[in-house]
């Protein structure tokens, strides 16, 4: 038996499937979340295990007590992985799920574990030293077991897993990238005349929602939708999928699991977002212009606001400061 732990479709994508199709073993199991389990669906030789753990016991949106998930993370662990022996576990993040992570490392003791991870992350980077950083590494020394540095994503700090602190293989994932295989591929017939792909973001836990944001989105959507009439469409992000305002009435979507990436082979004229990696993405891999509305909207915490915009300009990246200067942007 082989078990994949993989937690997005980038992971599955690029990585994973690569391995999974060379796999000969007679039973396959991929541990996940809800993300990307529509991306499984060719897969018909595999067993789906779909966690319902907090991935990182407690986060800024659930109101589960961190006690109450570290005791549902001990018997989703009996329930599922207390009899695996001998047998292939492969780990494609070392980062945001710590308590998959801490599976995997109580599989490690009768099992081989492989892990793939994104990026290396040593001392050097673990430069948080404040009250929140220290309670977020005991908990999960206390809780899970697991040594961690915590880093900083977007400003906010996140659990890494020290990589070789148990018993583990480390594989480099450079040999496994390559195209996006074509079950990933989103049909480019639903393409054909688009010229303008508006992409989302974590907006709903980033922004401050107040009637002035639903205004000025709704103002947003009447012109690109009134501008480029038949020619928009609309990818709402795969966390958070709200769409806001007049948006949900967007004739032109495309689902918010569907990979950002697998739509940039397509000819855009304009690519705008608020902030995302995609958007990032887009400016390298894309002849688009790419535009961020990030300061036409304020922003719950300045310190991420600041990281986007600094990451912005660095890609030289479009900002309007309003609506009246994205549209002579546009023009």
């Known amino acids: 038996m082989s078990i994949y732990f993989i937690s997005s479709p980038g992971q599955l994508a690029h990585r994973a499937l690569s391995i999974l199709n060379k796999d000969k073993s007679k039973y396959k199991t991929i541990v996940t979340t809800e993300t990307i389990k529509p991306f499984l ?3 018909t030789d595999v067993n789906i295990i779909t966690l319902d753990t907090e991935p990182n016991l407690i986060t800024r949106d659930t109101k589960t007590s961190l006690i109450t998930n570290t005791i549902k993370s001990k018997l989703e662990f009996w329930k599922y992985f207390s009899t695996i022996k001998d047998e292939d576990i492969h780990l494609f993040f070392t980062s945001w799920g710590i308590v998959p992570i801490s599976y995997v490392k109580k599989l ?4 081989n574990v492989y892990v793939y991870p994104e990026h290396f992350v040593d001392e050097m980077y673990n430069t ?13 020394k206390l809780l899970l077991g697991l040594d961690v540095y915590i880093v900083r994503w977007n400003n906010t700090p996140v659990w890494e897993l020290k990589l070789n602190t148990f018993p583990m293989k480390i594989v480099n994932c450079d040999e496994f990238k390559s195209k996006l295989p074509k079950e990933f591929m989103f049909d480019k017939q639903q393409l054909k005349g688009k010229e303008v792909l508006f992409l989302g973001s974590k907006f709903e836990i980033d922004c401050k929602e107040t009637p002035d944001k639903i205004r000025l ?7 690109l939708q009134k501008e480029f009439e038949g020619k928009f ?6 966390i958070d999928k709200k769409l806001y305002g007049i948006m949900k009435y967007c004739k032109d979507k495309i689902p918010a699991h569907v990979i950002a990436e697998s739509l940039f082979e397509h000819d855009w004229k304009y ?7 995609a958007l990032v ?17 304020e922003f719950t915490n300045p310190k991420v606001r600041q990281y986007w915009l600094d990451t912005f300009y660095r890609q030289n990246i479009k900002m309007p400061k309003d609506l009246e200067e994205l549209k002579c942007m546009m023009k």
């Open 41 to 43: 669906k060719n897969l």
């Open 233 to 238: 469409i609309l990818k709402a992000h795969p």
């Open 281 to 297: 993405s887009s400016k390298l891999h894309t002849n688009a212009t790419v535009i961020s509305l990030i300061r036409m909207y």
């Open 217 to 223: 989105t709704n103002n947003l959507m009447k012109f």
């Open 108 to 111: 490690s003791k009768h099992n």
């Open 271 to 277: 690519i705008i977002g608020y902030h995302s990696e």
């Open 128 to 140: 948080e030293k404040g009250l929140t950083e220290s309670l977020m590494k005991l908990s999960a």
